[in-house]
């Protein structure tokens, strides 16, 4: 019989996914800054980016918080993401429309990460892991940051210009 799976095994599941997710994600950036017309938004991609890096090495921390070797589990949800963000840039390719919706598909990627990473310092709590919860907390700040960012892009550029070109 197999034994009865605990929170922390769910933590450590949760961990590689979205360990998986930000792998993903750090090749997913450079593609849709390169794919940007605004300055501005592919700027916001390019210091994304920069911090994801950082996210990724703190993830490695709090792997080594639970004596865990750092690994992946495939994250259906984010190749799914992903997978949306490449049709945009095809079937937007060149048009006014392209920066806005990948804009959407960044900020849906964002969401993901802000549920999963507040369900993980949620459960490190519970478990009393500390350092893994302030490490968590800290890129809990950097994706709400990013989603603010890129909420200000839409609202002051983006949208406008893909509008306008109507």
Not at 46 to 55: D, S, V
Not at 56 to 69: M, N, P, S, T, W
Not at 83 to 97: D, N, R, T, W
Request: charged share 30%; proline share 2%; hydrophobic share 40%.
């Amino acid at each position: 019989m197999s034994k009865t799976k605990t929170l922390q095994d769910l933590f450590h599941d949760a961990l590689k996914d979205i360990y998986y997710a930000e792998k993903k994600i750090l090749s997913a950036l450079p593609k849709m800054a390169k794919a940007a017309h605004s300055e501005k938004l592919r700027s916001a991609f390019e210091q994304h980016l920069r911090e994801t890096e950082g996210q990724v090495e703190r993830l490695e921390g709090v792997f080594e918080e639970i004596e865990a070797r750092p690994q992946g589990k495939t994250c259906d949800a984010i190749l799914g993401m992903i997978v949306e963000g490449k049709e945009i840039m095809s079937a937007y390719k060149g048009g006014p429309a392209l920066d806005a919706g990948l804009l959407a598909a960044a900020q849906a990627v964002e969401h993901y990460e802000i549920s999963r990473y507040g369900t993980l310092i949620t459960w490190a709590d519970e478990l009393g892991l500390t350092n893994a919860s302030a490490l968590l907390k800290q890129t809990l700040a950097e994706e709400e940051n990013t989603n603010e960012i890129l909420t200000r892009l839409a609202k002051s550029v983006v949208n406008e210009e893909a509008q306008a070109a109507e």
